[in-house]
């Protein structure tokens, strides 16, 4: 995914599936 710069909003990102999605975008450069 090309992700550097943008901004993504997770809700429920404190665990399960909505933290490890809130992980990979931040590993994907997003804010």
Known sequence: MKLAGRVAVVTG?????GREAALLFA???AR
């Open 13 to 17: 990102g404190g665990s399960g599936i």
């Open 27 to 29: 590993r994907e450069g």
